[in-house]
């Protein structure tokens, strides 16, 4: 299955040729979730270092 993608704007490039719009893959669900887990245990840790 392919990731789900959407297009971004185009930006002019320095040599004055137009890029067209470019396809940019979005995170998969399960990396959100694995990256909001490891976030939510590096503030646990933070407060734990805060009240120590």
């Keep these: 299955m392919m990731s789900p993608t959407r297009s971004v704007l185009s930006l002019d490039t320095p040599d004055g040729s137009d890029a067209d719009t470019a396809e940019l893959a979005l995170p998969s669900a399960d ?22």
């Design 31 to 52: 990396l959100l979730d694995r990256a909001l887990a490891g976030w939510q245990r590096f503030l646990r840790t933070e407060a734990e270092v805060a009240d120590a």
